[in-house]
């Protein structure tokens, strides 16, 4: 089912996502519930198929986290199961009127949701990305080739193999797994006339080597430098608890807190409450001048330290003046992604909200939240921080486009 | 006026595009208002500048519709100020909600239409691109660096004078003009921290200069190959009419058509009335083999002519079999931007309006009509044909993103 040859299979590809986009909901939907129950009654096999990948990444040395992330067991492949069936149960919105006028020459224009085309999903080692990006591509109507990472290749080659048995004649190659080698996905970021989009679901090394290479338009998933700001008349124990669920409850995602800047005038107050609170976390904590001057035994912050994605139990604590000093901070040093204010005055959490340039803005509540299923938009394939086409989590709606309907009788232009 | 040191004022205009977004729409308009008065109050001096580079450009030989672009006089400055007073008309629809929900949890999402933020605007030699572009940027809530051509310089300087006159302190440097180097121009392409999205304007080499060199979102109006398929139901008076308004009313714009697909059904009837007609308006006709056994006087159409983008009186005309062909047909040839099907037959034009994967289709009108004001959206900074942000005519909303503001009481994530 490995399948080299992908300049003969693009085209294929392109002219199917045409028949893909046409599908109504119920179509797509069907098809989805054939591909859960497709990857259960081949849980045999994708389960043969991943313990030859696991052979192969212990002979290599693979670390434990390694493994655990290639490793599937039966409970996984009914969670993937059941990612697929919840996927198909949300709306995709395709086929929907966005907008609708009529010109004063009696031209009818429609603005109508529409699939974006073929999509590239770029991924590591979690063999489960194959159902659930071949899901959310189908149920957005888009065609998508898929290129799993070299170590997954058994395990993802079984789990396409139901997928593409779950597929009508006419959609048959519109989802397509790519067993090739790196040199070669250099190759396929260029074919900018049939791929619409990649979007590299990894670490940062994948995302930039896909960053340098594509010649086709990415949507991606930056880095996650989220800041939380305890303003002056904020209430402390929900700063307290808002601050430590932002580091701690999960500290290796892009919507943890990496910075906290707490008000001057309560820093007094406030940084001794939170101090305890992070030292029973284990939270190692970096401070500037100011913070130290309260907090004296912690380590000092370096430049470097505000713009750094910890992704562990880091964080660095700065003291601001007022909230044009926290705003100014953050448009600086956050990436654009989940900021946060902790106040009880409504004038203060508005300048912050309007001010502060990110995806997400919260006000009393953790940065946590920025999470497509957190929004009730359900499964997503990201959380992007750019600032065109979609900002924030990227679920079925974000990987949709729209295309102008134009109904006349025979308007020419004067 | 003229400013080279743009690392230094890139971080400026970054802090001023936050107070910009802030602004509401009746101070943005007053603005937009002063900045009109100020076009024709500076009358004098923009022209006596625009003399200037005249002269320069007759030196340097310059063609004479390079210097019809580059040309202004009292009619010219009038009509830059009343596309100023025009954009001041349009609603720009920041801070509009687009969405709004609450989860289970008591948060409320709201997602809310904002300025994308800093946009760089690279054109050519027409001065009047430097009001128009400040415009649209200011009424969209986005600063600007705008890079125009530097056979304009003097005009463009001038102009520029006459608009920052006009800017209130504290958004003085969100408009920026800057007077540098090709090669400084590929330094701010790098600019990723400061500026978020390149929109050039002007012809092709100016576009992929842009696309090769830029590390920074480009929004940008590629080619266009536009179609006009004839079906066999179709009113063949009707097709006359827009197959030579799209073609000859004003052959160098993207929206022209460049071929003419024809129902093989209607083929010996439509080709010898679409032949008189674009024999009279001097147009070259190029045909298939199909075509010529019907038109035989007429060249042959060559494999490249049906990706050609002509921009002038040249036409070619293919025969096609079917509604299916003539599909297939554009999804490969075409440019993706404005696609017309003429047919009485409304499931004919429902399958071309579904199936045909452009920014823009048409059934029953010319392509002629893809254009902001033609759209009713206003003025534009251009059309697109990419598929992620805009698609078509790009006009204020097209200029804007949104983020969402998320309201808690103090939640967190268990």
């Not at 670390?63 to 039966?74: G, H, N, Q, Y």
């Not at 004063?104 to 159902?131: A, Q, W």
């Not at 139901?162 to 040199?183: E, G, T």
């Not at 990110?358 to 921080?385: K, L, P, W």
Request: overall charge positive; glycine content about 6%.
């Amino acid at each position: 089912m490995a399948i080299t040859n992908f300049r003969k299979f693009l085209p294929e590809i392109r002219k199917q996502s045409v028949f893909l986009s046409t599908l109504g909901e119920s179509e797509k939907n069907r098809i989805l519930m054939k591909i859960a129950s497709n990857l259960i009654s081949s849980q045999k096999r994708i389960l043969k198929a991943n313990r030859k990948d696991l052979n192969e990444a212990r002979k290599k040395g693979k670390s434990s986290a390694f493994i655990d992330r290639l490793a599937l067991d039966e409970n996984r492949i009914r969670d993937m199961a059941k990612g697929v069936r919840e996927i198909a149960r949300l709306k995709s919105g395709i086929g929907e009127t966005i907008g609708k006028w009529r010109r004063p020459n009696g031209l009818t224009i429609r603005k109508m949701r529409v699939p974006i085309g073929v999509l590239l999903i770029i991924y590591e080692s979690r063999p489960n990305v194959t159902s659930d990006a071949a899901a959310l591509a189908l149920k957005s109507g888009n065609a998508a080739v898929l290129r799993g990472g070299s170590d997954a290749v058994h395990s993802n080659t079984a789990i396409f193999k139901a997928i593409k048995k779950s597929l009508p004649a006419k959609i048959k190659n519109a989802v397509y797994f790519v067993n090739i080698p790196r040199d070669k996905v250099s190759e396929l970021l260029k074919m900018r006339d049939f791929i619409d989009v990649v979007i590299p679901r990894g670490g940062e090394n994948l995302i930039n080597a896909v960053v340098e290479n594509s010649a086709i338009p990415i949507l991606y998933h930056g880095k996650g430098v989220c800041n939380l700001y305890i303003h002056e008349k904020a209430d402390l124990k929900m700063a307290v608890k808002i601050a430590l669920n932002a580091k701690v409850q999960r500290p290796g995602v892009c919507n943890a807190i990496e910075n906290l800047l707490v008000d001057r005038k309560i820093a007094k107050k406030f940084l001794p409450m939170i101090y305890d609170a992070f030292r029973k976390e284990n939270v190692e904590m970096r401070g500037d001048a100011e913070t130290k001057k309260i907090l004296k035994n912690i380590k000092r912050a370096t430049n470097s330290d505000w713009n750094t994605e910890y992704l562990e139990k880091i964080i660095s604590i700065k003291s601001v003046k007022n909230i044009s000093e926290a705003v100014s901070f953050i448009n600086i040093y956050g990436s654009r992604h989940s900021e946060a204010i902790v106040t009880q005055d409504k004038t203060a959490a508005a300048i912050f909200l309007s001010m502060v340039d990110a995806a997400c803005v919260y006000h009393n509540a953790s940065t946590r939240f920025t999470d497509g299923g957190q929004f009730g938009m359900g499964a997503e394939i990201g959380i992007s921080n750019q600032k065109l086409h979609a900002r924030g989590p990227v679920g079925i709606k974000e990987l949709t486009t729209y295309k102008y309907v134009i109904q006349g009788s025979g308007q020419i232009r004067k």
